[in-house]
């Protein structure tokens, strides 16, 4: 890129500035920072093998016709495919807690920060957010799946969660996408690049969205976290 | 070492580090703080296969957050056309760089061209680098970082006759 003529008089402008930056960007963290993060990427561990048996939960229901008309992993949806009404099957019940259409658990979208911490869902002695639109973001553990909520002045903005839970139409973490595509076609392979969550509707609560998340395991994309979140929340701009 | 004492090691080592870049690919600390923990969880979640496989889980790690950061933005501009840029709104630390206009303009770039930008000057990668590093074509790469510097030099520019005023 250095060929560039115009670039000549801010390149030597950007090697200064990124020599002299690192003290005043640190970020200052909680002293439990690593071990947080340690605790996190063993629940994803393990997420990931009950992800895994979940497949192999549905290619064994596949014999019995249960999802039989899901296409093969990747393909898009066909005529065959079942219409997008998101019911599971009689006898198959979604794992984990219902996210949504309003909350998970006791934990409810708008509820304030005094609200939030009665529920027990997050540690009394976490700091508080502050006036404004600036958001704060909440370990959730005790009362829910471990999870994470993004809070502000005007109350609870985002709930995450990459334990096992399910949408009010019954998707779930660890399913795989086609079979998340036959409830929510629009969520195209393109769309979800690793880490990338895609919006689908919340049945029942039209001011909110969902933000599902997928990860890629070795053989193909399964849904990793699924968020609920108000449709214009200002906390995560990518969810 | 057990392998979760060895990434529990890695973790306090290199997670200033991190943070720092984060707050470089974002802008704003708050954004860091959550791109730093998503990406360490997942290189946790799979510690050994990225040692394996790596020999470099930092650069890994590093690597890893630049593309999540993209792939975010083409999502978001893919559903929000008209939309503002996702950093506006957004929580940002004004302090520390309140006097830097260079770091102002850097950080109202869209992400893509500012990560295009962060890899290369603070990360020196070469242009074939941040190519694979971002999931992009080497010609992406180059009129990435040309749209970048010459929004920079307009902006730079902007601000020195303001200031002259």
């Not at chain 2, 040692?51 to 792939?71: E, F, I, K, L, Q």
Request: charge should be negative.
């Amino acid at each position: 890129m250095n060929e560039h003529d115009d670039i000549d008089d801010i390149d030597g402008e950007l090697r200064r500035m990124f020599a002299d930056v690192d003290d005043r960007l640190d970020v200052p963290v909680r002293p439990d920072a690593s071990a947080r993060i340690v605790a996190g990427a063993r629940r994803r561990r393990r997420r990931v093998v009950v992800a895994a048996a979940g497949v192999f939960v549905v290619a064994a229901l596949a014999g019995a016709g249960v999802v039989f008309a899901i296409p093969e992993r990747d393909a898009p949806p066909t005529a065959s495919s079942p219409p997008p009404s998101g019911e599971r099957p009689e006898g198959d019940p979604a794992p984990g807690m219902l996210i949504g259409p309003d909350g998970f658990g006791p934990v409810r979208l708008g509820m304030s920060y005094d609200e939030l911490t009665a529920t027990g869902a997050i540690e009394p002695g976490d700091p508080r957010p502050g006036a404004g639109p600036d958001c704060a973001a909440f370990e959730l553990a005790g009362v829910t799946p471990a999870g994470r909520a993004h809070v502000n002045a005007d109350g609870v903005q985002v709930i995450r969660t990459t334990e096992p839970a399910h949408t009010t139409d019954g998707v779930s973490t660890g399913w795989t996408l086609d079979q998340t595509r036959v409830v929510y076609p629009h969520v195209s392979r393109q769309a979800i690049a690793e880490g990338n969550p895609v919006r689908v509707p919340v049945a029942g609560n039209l001011d909110a969205v969902y933000a599902i998340t997928f990860a890629r395991p070795e053989d193909g994309f399964v849904v990793a976290e699924i968020a609920l979140q108000y449709a214009d929340q200002p906390c995560i701009p990518y969810y | 070492m057990r392998r979760e004492d060895e990434f529990a090691e890695f973790v306090r080592d290199a997670l200033p580090g991190l943070l720092r870049y984060g707050h470089l690919l974002t802008g704003n600390p708050h954004d860091a703080a959550d791109l730093v923990q998503t990406a360490l969880e997942r290189v946790g979640a799979r510690w050994s296969s990225v040692v394996r496989r790596t020999g470099d889980p930092v650069a890994y790690t590093r690597r890893a957050m630049a593309n999540s950061h993209v792939s975010r933005w083409r999502r978001v501009r893919r559903e929000s056309l008209v939309a503002e840029p996702p950093e506006v709104g957004s929580a940002v630390d004004r302090d520390r760089f309140e006097d830097e206009p260079l770091w102002a303009a850097l950080r109202d770039l869209p992400p893509r061209q500012r990560a295009v930008v962060v890899l290369r000057y603070y990360e020196d990668l070469s242009e074939a680098e941040i190519a694979d590093a971002l999931g992009v074509s080497r010609g992406t790469v180059k009129s990435q970082a040309s749209k970048a510097m010459a929004t920079l030099r307009t902006r730079l520019g902007s601000t020195v006759r303001e200031g002259g005023r």
